[in-house]
């Protein structure tokens, strides 16, 4: 949309782009804790050690990190209740076959009692906060309200079938209670759970290489240095300076990805002349093992100016810090200070998932900004939410091409579009994880996922909990196996990671 | 509460702390979702006596969007799904387990439980080239739906890529992509389209079996009926609009800013069937028409094919309050489709549950 967007030339109405930092902006807070709480907290939190805690020490610890209401000595003896009839039940569901008594869980019971509750109210805070999107966008998933141009929510304070003010009441409502639950419960929560967990602040650097194509503008998008989250690339771990991003040196090979260039296996192509022709050369089905010394992946692998680049909220989070935002460098500077490590822990496992955290706080502080500026363009009677003068395929240029830059909550995305006599001729996508788990390129150079696995410490090599801690922090959008070998390389075991 | 209760599903809600009361209202709202007249009292009985019910979730090649649909459930909610009335055994996205671990868990329901567990499918399954292009573990899909699905007592296929092939089989469908009905036959099947599949939908096909020990009755597509046996465009909140002949022309014009019909807009409700308009999404929150965007018609079959260009008007209906061309389009796109799905041997499963209704008489 962006991508078209771009190549016709069309500038959204600022209430389109309000509506775009809403629905995106609720989308980071409430992805974001979804990922804490239920895809990477149980790599961190062993459930079944929360049946031994004392619900009177739990509502203790609660009590000091936080004024979130449910923290009484009853309200975790229900929770603990709740926890050992499950348990006692039989049918351990989810649950079974988990790491549990694992060496690598460092929590005291205490803590892991009351992360599984809020790992429990968390998961009914997310339905609710998340029907903004329902309110601005139809549904939640896949929003069914963008256009190229601007959006499909009319507004009007005096319908019943449009944004009106009850609508900004309610997504009023939502907003505060996202950011109560982020305020009180997941960030304290994070800063709790990572003071156990120091030691992994030296683990799972990764590249060094940060790409951010920043977020939420303030104006038209066009001005990219307006973007409340800053655009911008950092390499070799230097917060001293921020360089510019210029999509012409984002170029994609495919020496080790199940695709064909026509020039060859050492190619590599900028989106606008990207090329997708599969060709898998990889094991018939079923298959133990991939020879990762020829192609063995369907993610291509793109490269900043042949740099391998990490991308999420922890190269956001280190662009804006590196680029002086105030809030960003605020919280962080928090963080920082809480679990007593400098600016370089943020290289890190614990960095990335403590940079998921702090941009899940500073989204959040935000939500109520824009729904006020929505409503005050309302106010003084704007209530434009397309642009109207593209919309024929009929006005577009014979040939015209764009791109469209977003930072989706698991980091930077970009789609290519070329436009010929009104019909799409190329199309690409390099989203997120394309970045983080991109095979190795025709340097040999590793991507994100692969280098952070490096010197990853594995207690017990059949129950590699440490690996998916890793793996989890980038937020993958895809499942991957990574094979444990021994200095031989015998294989040890394949794990599958979800 | 009687010794009798224990360990069924109303004895693990109330040990959650569900109270009768809202036992009650979410035996109420499954009601109203199926459509039974008084049915909330024989809901309610049956979730007293019953235990809980082994189910897998696989997913191929998908988004995990009906995965996110389903964390969207609120009555009952998520938390209540998977530690009170189901158990949840595999869910790649959201199990603790990886690898070895996670695989055993499924292992051990198809070994174990044959012929008693549920099974979700989300994601089509591609069959070109040997099934290449979809693996999980070194497993084809299609070897994994065979077994899987070819063991359990019922497959729920969720979404439109589990139901038809969805995106991944649209034009030119380069991996061979399919549904299950076409990836494994001979299996009892309940289909829920929908681009993702409304998690109401989910609970209440669950809460029907739970309740009545088969499956909902369904149509010649394999659906249900509580769910796709109404037109959107019958149940359209906008609908006095279309028939008055006022439409929005332009986004954001003075019929879009007053709720008039997004038909010329490119609304595919007058082909589409599907229960939005009447229990919509996110706890009842809103749908896409009540949100100012049309229909894209994601409960019809293949959808990205035959629906699209999206924001292109359906083709002969005329615009103003012609009332039976629009009908007649629904209806004839109703007819082809179920004459398509007939030579499919789709029916064979509306025979099947027919009869078992009949039985249960």
Known sequence: MRAVENALGITIPDNARLIRNLITGIQYVQDHTIHFYHLHGLDWVDIVSALKADPAKTSALAQSISDWHNSSTVYFKGVQDKLKSFVAGGQLGLYANGYWGHPAYKLPPEANLMAVAHYLEALDWQKDVIRMHAILGSKNPHAQTYLVGGMAAALNPNNEMTINAHSIAKMQQ??????????????????????????????????????????????????????????????????????????????????????????????SK?????????????????????????????????????????????????????????????????????????????????????????????????????IGQLAGNMKKGD???????????????????????????????????????????????????????????????????????????????????????????????????????????????????? | MGKANEGTIYDSLRKRGVSRRDFMKFCSLMAATLALPSGAGRIAEALEKAKKPSLVWLEFQDCAGNTESFLRASDPTVVQIVLDILSVD????????????????????????????????????????????????????????????????????IGACAWDGGIPAANPNPTGAVGVKDA?????????????????????????????????????????????GTRIHDGCERRAHYDAGRFVRQWGDYGHQNGWCLYEMGCKGPETYKNCPAVRWNQGTSW?????????????????????????????????????????????????TAAAVAAHGIIRAVKHKTEEEREEK
């Open chain 2, 288 to 336: 896409p028409v009540e949100a100012g965007h049309g229909c894209i018609g994601c409960a019809a079959p293949r959808f990205w094919d035959t629906m699209s260009p999206f924001y292109r008007r359906l083709p002969k209906v005329p615009g103003f309050g012609v009332e039976t061309t629009a009908d007649d389009v629904g209806i004839g796109v109703a007819a082809a």
């Open chain 1, 174 to 267: 939502m907003a505060n209670t996202a950011k109560e639950f982020v305020e009180k419960v997941y960030v304290p929560d994070l800063l709790a759970i990572a003071s156990f967990y120091k030691e992994w602040a030296g683990y799972g650097a990764g590249v060094g290489n940060f790409l951010a194509y920043g977020e939420f503008p303030k104006d038209d998008i066009s001005n990219t240095d307006n973007l409340f989250l800053p655009r911008g690339i950092i390499l070799g771990k230097n917060l001293g300076k921020v360089y510019p991003v210029d999509q012409a040196k984002i170029t994609e090979y495919v020496t080790h990805s199940w695709y064909e260039y026509k020039e060859g296996n050492n190619a």
């Open chain 2, 184 to 228: 494994v036959k001979g299996i009892t099947l309940i289909n829920l389209p929908g681009c993702p599949a409304n998690v109401v939908n989910l609970t209440a096909t669950v809460v029907h079996y739970l309740t009545f020990g088969s499956l909902p009755l369904t149509d010649s597509m394999g659906r249900p009926l509580f769910a796709y």
């Open chain 2, 90 to 157: 595999y869910h790649e996205t959201i199990m603790a387990p990886a690898g070895k671990q996670a695989e055993k868990s499924l292992d051990d329901v198809v070994k174990n439980q044959k012929g008693k567990y549920l099974v979700v499918v989300e994601g089509s399954i591609p069959l070109k080239d040997g099934g290449v292009y979809c693996t999980v573990g070194g497993k084809a899909a299609i070897d994994t739906v065979k077994e899987v699905c070819g063991g359990a007592l019922a497959t729920i296929a």
């Open chain 1, 270 to 370: 900028n989106p606008f002349e990207g090329v997708t022709d599969y060709k898998y050369t990889g094991p018939k089905p079923p298959f133990e093992f991939l020879d990762t010394e020829k192609k063995y992946s369907w993610v291509k692998s793109p490269r900043y100016d042949n740099h391998p680049m990490e991308v999420g909220p922890l190269a956001r989070m280190l662009v804006a810090y590196a680029s002086g935002h105030p809030r960003v460098k605020e919280v962080v500077g928090m963080v920082l200070k809480k679990l007593a490590v400098g600016p370089e822990a943020l290289f890190s496992t614990l960095g990335r998932t403590a940079a998921r955290g702090i941009e899940t706080l500073v989204v959040a502080e935000m939500l109520p900004v824009w």
């Open chain 1, 383 to 498: 209530l434009r939410i397309h642009d109207n003068s593209k919309w024929e395929p009929s006005s577009w240029p014979k040939e015209a091409k764009g791109y469209g830059f977003h930072e989706a909550p698991r980091g930077a995305l970009c789609h290519w579009v070329r436009i010929k006599d009104g019909k799409v001729e190329n199309y690409q996508c390099v989203v997120p994880s394309t970045w983080n788990a991109s095979p190795r390129d025709a340097k040999d150079q590793r991507g994100p996922y692969e280098q952070a696995l490096l010197g990853t410490p594995v207690a017990i090599p059949d129950q590699p909990l440490e690996i998916l801690r890793t793996v989890h922090s980038f937020d993958p959008c895809m499942a991957c196996a990574v094979h444990i070998t021994d200095a031989n390389r015998r294989e040890l075991l394949k794990i599958k990671i979800v």
